[in-house]
């Protein structure tokens, strides 16, 4: 028998080779498959919600909507469980700072020491950046400025430990006992708490006009070692100028998921509203939305009836 070239050989050895993988990846996916079942999309949610407007769909593994002014609960799910809060935390931060009565027009200089060592995450605010604590409290409220959050602890009388500890204290007097704070800025996971309490937190922020006023706007410009930056809301509702938002903040982390509490008035009501865990980018923006139709649309039925 008259021998076959070598480079034949090769060939069906990776033919051979190829065939394999092919087989185990299809095994693979197969078996993937059928231990996870497909979670629905977003459109999925509103397509659900469109065929029965008398329910709500929500993505958020845990929800709490309360009337603000009687404290009735409206809607909720999981409301009970206490979970990471991300940046949310900045809510506490900046009630803190404002109880103090420290002067807002101070400057503070952004340091190593405020760089996330923990998270990694990245910020335009370079060490050695001098801006007044006010323009701080304003990049931390409403864009989530992460350093300018621990700039602020940091610089407070008696430093970084201190300052957790009268964020802890503020939690227990406004009746927060769920929550534990670690940190300013909420990039550790050991912030946490549970829906109830956060309704307290938006209630008490909701109190400093400053809170008010900075997490709700859209967007500002700082100036920077002479370099004037853009910063914006966080949150996609207060820039889009159809909801009335009385107050805002968004947060995540990977082990809280995307967070969400706001003010607002929707259905001549206001209301408290906070979502978290929730999955997927705009999930939390999807959820809002959906509360927000399935009131308006509760509320013109019952106005009918």
């Known amino acids: 028998m008259q021998a076959q070239p070598r480079h034949l050989h090769s060939l069906e050895k990776t033919v051979a080779v190829l065939a394999l993988f092919a087989v185990l990846a299809l095994t693979f996916g197969f078996a993937q498959g ?93 060490p050695g950046a001098a801006l007044s604590r006010n323009e701080l409290l304003l990049l931390a409220l409403m864009s989530s400025e992460n350093r300018a959050a621990a700039a602020l602890a940091r610089t407070y009388p008696g430093g970084t430990e201190v300052f957790v500890d009268a964020m802890n204290e503020k939690a227990r007097a406004l009746g927060m006992l769920s929550s534990r704070f670690a940190d300013s800025t909420g990039l550790t996971s050991a912030n946490v708490s ?14 400093y006009p400053v809170i008010r006023q900075y997490s709700t706007q859209d967007q500002a410009q700082v100036n920077v070692f002479g370099q004037a930056l853009q910063y914006r809301n966080t949150n996609g509702l207060v820039r889009g100028h159809t909801w009335d938002i009385g107050l805002s903040k968004t947060g995540f982390i990977n082990e809280a998921g995307r967070c969400l509490v706001m003010r607002v008035r929707v259905a001549s009501k206001d209301l408290v509203v906070i979502l978290l865990d929730s999955w997927g980018k705009n999930s939390r923006i999807g959820d809002a939305q959906r509360i927000k139709k399935w009131l308006e649309t509760n509320s013109a039925l019952r106005h009918r009836s």
């Open 34 to 126: 059928a231990g996870n079942k497909k979670k629905p999309q977003g459109d999925e949610y509103d397509r659900a919600q469109a065929a029965q407007p008398e329910k709500v769909f929500l993505r958020s593994s845990s929800v709490l909507v309360q009337d603000a002014t009687s404290g009735e609960t409206i809607l909720s799910k999981n409301a009970d469980a206490v979970l990471p809060i991300a940046s949310i935390t900045k809510l506490m931060t900046a009630m803190v700072v404002l109880d103090r009565g420290l002067d807002l027009e101070d400057r503070v200089v952004i340091s190593t020491e405020d760089m996330d060592t923990l998270k990694g995450t990245q910020s335009r605010l370079r």
């Open 194 to 207: 549970s829906p109830p309490d956060l309704a307290r937190l938006v209630q008490a922020a909701h109190e």
